[in-house]
């Protein structure tokens, strides 16, 4: 079993920042993708940005070139700054650990960001 716990949401102001982790633990061996998907009410999760073993990253269009994914493999950890925040950010974060070549995905609880004008 693989186990994901975020952290860092929290409430900003427009314009502000925030750091999201995203510890993983369990059977994480292998050539695994770990990335951040978000979900706001009524709407469908969407991509926000992954991240390859390899070094790899992409990103969801409404967020490119304000939030950077970083990982660190030796903590099995995955981290998401989030730079230039908009009130249209706000959702619910999941961090996502995906093995290469299967098909099943793995789930954070998800951590709360809210973005006020």
């Known amino acids: 079993q693989v186990q994901l716990v975020e952290s860092g949401g929290g409430s900003v102001q427009s314009g502000g920042s925030l750091r999201l982790s995203c510890a993983a633990s369990?059977?994480?061996?292998?050539?695994?993708?770990m990335g951040w998907y978000r979900q706001a009410p009524g709407g469908q999760r969407e991509l926000v940005a992954r991240n390859y073993k390899s070094g790899t990253t992409i990103y969801g269009d409404a967020v490119k070139g304000r939030f950077t994914i970083s990982r660190d493999n030796a903590k099995n950890m995955v981290y998401l700054q989030m730079n230039s925040l908009k009130p249209e950010d706000s959702s619910v974060y999941y961090c996502?650990?995906?093995?290469?070549?299967?098909?099943?995905?793995?789930w954070g609880q998800g951590t709360q960001v809210t973005v006020s004008s």
């Open positions: 996502n650990l995906v093995r290469v070549g299967s098909v099943t995905n793995y």
């Open positions: 369990g059977n994480i061996a292998g050539n695994t993708v």
